[in-house]
């Protein structure tokens, strides 16, 4: 059974303490020259991708170790709960099934007894259908010109995962429809979205499980009433207003014709709603054949993730060597590397999904944790990041791992651009594998002219220690099956690396505090008087923000 004790008490994790001081100050150069196989040694394929993860500071008895640790947590036993629907959510006691929205198998998944997969089956025929009318012009606005703007209103889940496979997918939008993705409660946003569209021919998708959030309700009312302003009726709201929600009663008050909204399910978590109809824009951009494609690159991966050898599992792979440089290294960060403009918001989607799932100090048993957990995920584009934040990378005090994603054939192949690309991020990691030694440096610099004097001074500025861990993973083009594995990976190595550290990686009640402080802060800044049991910093801060509005 897994999360029984503390992890710190498995024997497994003694020993890694011993052979973290055994190996701590090896270099990886050296192993690499001391072994030519290390590549084909640590490496593994699976639904399309390759992960080459022979540049970590790990051999094969850290490995082995590892290995042990997952079993001695019960690792293979919370990975067959997860898929089987048990309540693994169990501070809301639900099971946690995104699984479900991709199983291409004919496997029943019960919840409360009953088979889920029949409504799962019925909600994307009815994505088809809306697609297809939207897409063939059969639905169109109230003056009968066809939608040529689509608005997914949304924050979180419902807005990141989403964008995030829209943009990783532009190559596939066929459909001549633009798609628009607002979150933020900022009017600056919403007013740059609006000023470029046309209410006739403007379709607008409120995503929100609850219909009830404060950013999204508050933004699918401001479109409303722009939309009621600039020539739309109450009685056209039905043809250009349509939900994913699971409240269809507060759906259905604000206009929502009821054969319009879709369903969402409490057993999915928000962070995970991609594949539910929170795809909903991404499958009106590429149709439903490529989003479908989408949904069995992720279901390749989860049976991959289901059924793999823990030694051959790349999502278990992954999740040990995240918790071997957290817990044993002190790592507290992870970098998301992408060298693929389309794949430019992975690190913010990465973000939502690692850092909202495994920023946990609570065990599932109630217990304060004794051990770090998840690391904080950030991370750019392509050179872009090169040319910025690599430089701490390189020299920084401190170490952060790095995930480098690269496709190896471009869609858009320009010149020797691609090949230029990918050298760019292969050298990146070569780099912080390798460094450059202070001999190397001076050297290095009397050959390009300096003088002997010259170069000892310089040559510490350019000292890279190397001996920095990263993965690279790799895949032929991002094509809507490779980003549906490469999504669900993620999903599944931040799953595991809960499942070791025995935290629930699927409730978010960190987020809730702010929330209700939100309201009564709110309060404060539309009324008049300060609250007294309100801190004085942030009673300090109403303050100015009701004499800068008086004052403009």
């Known amino acids: 059974m897994a999360y029984q004790g503390s992890l710190t008490s498995v024997q497994a994790w003694q020993d890694l303490q011993q052979h973290h001081q055994d190996i701590r100050d090896q270099h990886m150069r050296d192993w690499f ?19 080459d993860y ?36 169990r501070s809301e006691d639900r099971p946690a099934l995104h699984t479900a929205l991709r199983n291409f198998s004919e496997r029943e998944i019960l919840v409360n007894d009953v088979n ?3 409504e799962v089956r019925h909600t994307v025929h009815r994505m088809e259908e809306f697609c297809w009318k939207i897409r063939r012009n059969q639905w169109r606005g109230y ?34 429809l633009n798609i628009h993705y607002l979150a933020n409660i900022d009017g600056s946003h919403i007013t740059e979205i609006l000023k470029r569209l046309d209410p006739a021919t403007t379709l607008f998708i409120v995503q929100s499980k609850s219909f009830g959030t404060q950013e999204t ?11 009621l302003d600039n020539g739309g009726s109450e009685q056209d709201l039905s043809r250009h207003f349509t939900a994913v929600s699971a409240n269809v009663q507060k759906a259905t008050e604000f206009g929502i014709a009821e054969e319009n909204i879709f ?29 479908r494609d989408l949904l069995r690159g992720a279901y390749a991966m989860d049976e991959h993730f289901r059924t793999a050898p823990l030694a051959e599992n790349m999502p278990v792979i992954m999740a040990l060597l995240g918790l071997w440089y957290v817990n044993f290294f002190g790592v507290n960060s992870h970098a998301i590397l992408p060298y693929d403009h389309y794949l430019r918001s992975l690190p913010a989607h990465l973000q939502q999904l690692d850092m909202e799932s495994n920023g946990k100090s609570i065990t599932l048993d109630g217990n304060q944790v004794d ?32 995930d480098f994603i690269v496709p190896m054939c471009s869609h858009n192949p320009i010149d020797n651009f691609h090949a230029m690309l990918v050298s760019n991020c292969l050298s990146q990691s070569q780099a912080l594998l390798q460094g450059k030694s202070e001999q190397e440096a001076i050297e290095e610099l009397i050959a390009s002219g300096m003088s002997k004097a010259e170069a000892l001074v310089l040559a510490p500025q350019k000292v890279i220690p190397g001996n920095r861990p990263s993965n690279t993973l790799y895949f032929p083009k991002a094509t809507p099956h490779t980003v549906g594995s490469l999504i669900a990976l993620y999903e599944h190595k931040v799953a595991a690396q809960g499942m070791l550290w025995g935290v629930n990686s699927f409730d978010q009640w960190g987020v809730e505090l702010g929330k209700q402080l939100g309201n009564r802060v ?16 942030t009673n300090g801060l109403i303050r100015a923000f009701h004499k800068m509005q008086q004052q403009l």
């Open 116 to 118: 889920i997969m029949p």
């Open 143 to 176: 003056d009968n010109r066809p939608f040529t703007d689509v608005v997914s209103i949304g924050i979180g889940g419902s807005f990141l995962g989403p964008k995030l496979a829209s943009s990783a997918l532009k190559p596939y939008w066929d459909s001549g």
């Open 33 to 51: 020259a001391k072994d030519p196989q290390r590549f084909e040694r640590f490496h593994v394929e699976a639904a399309g991708l390759t992960l």
């Open 263 to 291: 369903p969402m399910w409490d057993w999915v978590g928000g962070r995970y709603s991609l594949w539910s109809a929170m795809g909903l824009p991404l499958a009106l951009a590429i149709g439903i054949d490529n989003f």
């Open 371 to 402: 051990y770090h957990t998840g690391p904080i995920i950030w991370g750019g584009v392509g050179t872009n990041g090169q040319h910025a934040f690599h430089q701490l990378l390189h020299q920084g005090t401190h170490f952060s791992p790095c």
């Open 522 to 537: 709110l309060s404060a800044l539309e009324g008049e008087t300060i609250a007294d049991d309100i801190d004085g910093s």
């Open 54 to 89: 022979s540049k970590n500071r790990i051999n094969q008895h850290t490995v082995q170790l590892l290995l042990e640790l997952a079993q001695q947590r019960g690792l293979p036993g919370a990975i067959r709960n997860l898929f089987q629907g048990e309540h693994v959510n």
């Open 217 to 227: 309700l508050k933004n699918a009312t401001a479109c409303r009433r722009w939309f």
